[in-house]
């Protein structure tokens, strides 16, 4: 089962899968690797919370770990540090590295509230009138911005240079 990199896969076989390997906030997946049909949210002691189907109300109910349980995965950001931000304008992209032609990571859609951990010069971006050189790294998105995109000063208060 393929993972996010915020997810740590706990089995990929629904042999695998038991109760006790599971914890609270865990998510079970139904079906195969070609066609995953249903997802739940381990509670603890045996039970989940699930819609069987659209439309129906949400139910607890005890964890099904046979049958077409494909496996399970454990959602672990772990802390998002740095300052918090906002940004401006929509459709803004950020980035793998510090570089305009850097591959795309995550486009904002309208004015987010973002944290910016470090920040570097790298290429100059000209935007609306502002230019600017600097680029934030947003560890929530595990990717780079221009500042010129982040509401405030050129360079970013209180946010040390990256290494």
């Not at 039970?47 to 995965?73: I, K, N, T, W, Y």
């Not at 470090?118 to 780079?144: M, W």
């Amino acid at each position: 089962m393929a993972s996010h990199p915020a997810t740590a896969p706990l089995t990929g076989r629904s042999d695998d899968v038991n109760a006790g390997a599971c914890t609270p906030g865990d998510l079970l997946a139904y079906g195969d690797s070609a066609d995953l049909h249903h997802i739940a949210i381990y509670l603890g002691v045996g039970e989940s919370a699930e819609a069987r189907q659209s439309g129906p109300h949400l139910m607890v109910s005890h964890v099904r770990l046979r049958g077409d349980c494909f496996g399970a995965v454990r959602v672990n950001t772990g802390a998002v540090g740095g300052h918090v931000f906002q940004t401006w304008g929509t459709g803004v992209w950020t980035k793998t590295a510090p570089s305009v032609g850097a591959t795309r990571v995550y486009s904002f859609p309208d004015a987010t509230s973002i944290r910016g951990e470090c920040q570097k010069h790298a290429e100059t971006v000209t935007a609306d009138g502002y230019t600017n050189d600097a680029l934030a790294y947003l560890p929530g998105y595990k990717a780079r911005m221009n500042n010129i995109y982040i509401q405030g000063p050129a360079r970013l208060d209180g946010v040390p240079t990256c290494t």
